[in-house]
Nanobody, 121 residues
Framework: QVQLAESGGGLVQPGGSLRLSCTVS????????MAWYRQPPGKGRELVAS???????NYVDSVKGRFTISRDNAKNTVYLQMNSLKPEDTAVYYC???????????????WGQGTQVTVSS
């Protein structure tokens, strides 16, 4: 069964840092886009950052210069390094990966279970 295992969330003071990780649990033939989304309390889910197979990245304006997305294809893992965290970054963070498990398999998109990030003094 495919699972995206997330880790790294928690409580941090404003200005602090956290690093989120998300690993796909099954053997993968290739990975397309890997991304992080977040859902603040009482709001909708938004795209935070994405990284393509050629490592091109995209960020929402509110995190540019503070967050860095990266990936390790050998480990089927995507990371989100979050620095200079602000209270408005408080949200549940979800990873999202598009991949296929064999050369002729269809592309599949899966979500992680979510990890809570709380920025508060």
């Amino acid at each position: 069964q495919v699972q995206l295992a997330e880790s790294g969330g928690g409580l941090v003071q404003p200005g602090g840092s956290l690093r989120l990780s998300c690993t796909v649990s099954v053997s993968i033939f290739s990975i397309d886009v890997m991304a992080w989304y977040r859902q603040p309390p009482g709001k909708g889910r938004e795209l935070v950052a994405s990284i393509a197979s050629d490592h091109r990245t995209n960020y929402v304006d509110s995190v540019k210069g503070r967050f860095t997305i990266s990936r390790d294809n050998a480990k089927n893992t995507v990371y989100l390094q979050m620095n200079s965290l602000k209270p408005e970054d408080t949200a549940v963070y979800y990873c999202n990966c598009k991949f296929r498990i064999a050369e002729l398999s269809p592309w599949m998109t899966y979500w992680g279970q979510g990890t809570q990030v709380t920025v508060s003094s």
